[in-house]
């Protein structure tokens, strides 16, 4: 049986505002809604590890969500973050940090993490996929054009690899795309199969 098949008696519930995990998830088939927008303040401790950052904060939106969960619900919740080194590179506050973003990222590799959280009224379960991305070295001009037609503000690391800088940029990609894109979707029906083992029925 197809997991969104096995799927058509629980409510899944996606809380982010992010198009492209819209647009992701609905690609696998999966029939979910998605959650009213809500509050979370997305810190974390100075001392976390950078590599742990991503599924701790997925792990805070999901306790962020100010509705009960019934039998049945399965509430995903994510955070992708952009690791140069031990630098976590979140998303821009002006363009000039977005500039600022691309120029140290330029000619080099990085890691994309992207935290998931899967809780429902009875467990709870976190998993972060990574990849590695390497950018050829980017001009100047090209990151103005970049900033000037697209929207980096709203990308952890300024960028997004299914936009233009990611066509005429990017050299090579260990792991998943998707996940760089901000939802390891392969990894997500292979970790919600496995839930959904251990949730009771409740049309039973």
């Known amino acids: 049986m197809l997991l969104h098949d096995k799927l058509k008696h629980n409510t899944v519930i996606l809380a982010s505002a992010s198009p492209r995990r819209r647009e992701l998830l609905a690609a696998t088939g999966i029939a979910f809604r998605i959650a009213s927008k809500f509050d979370c303040e997305e810190q974390y401790p100075a001392t976390l590890p950078a590599e742990d950052v991503a599924p701790y904060l997925s792990r805070l939106k999901s306790h962020a969500y100010p509705f009960a969960l019934e039998c049945g619900d399965i509430l995903i919740t994510a955070d992708t973050t952009v690791l ?3 630098a976590v590179l979140g998303k821009p506050a002006s363009e000039a940090e977005a500039r600022t973003m691309l120029r140290s990222l330029s000619g080099r590799e990085h890691s994309v993490v992207t935290g998931v959280t899967l809780r429902s009224k009875e467990r709870e379960r976190t998993f972060a996929s990574t990849s590695k991305v390497r950018f050829a070295e980017l001009s100047d001009e090209q990151i103005e054009y970049y900033i000037a ?38 990894r997500l029906c292979r970790e919600l199969e496995c839930f959904i083992e251990a949730l009771p029925s409740c049309y039973e």
């Open 84 to 86: 140069l080194g031990n």
């Open 149 to 186: 037609n697209y929207a980096p503000m709203d990308k952890a690391g300024a960028y997004g690899i299914q936009e233009w800088i990611g066509y005429v940029g990017i050299e090579s990609l260990e792991g998943s795309f998707f996940n760089v894109m901000g939802l390891p979707v392969q």
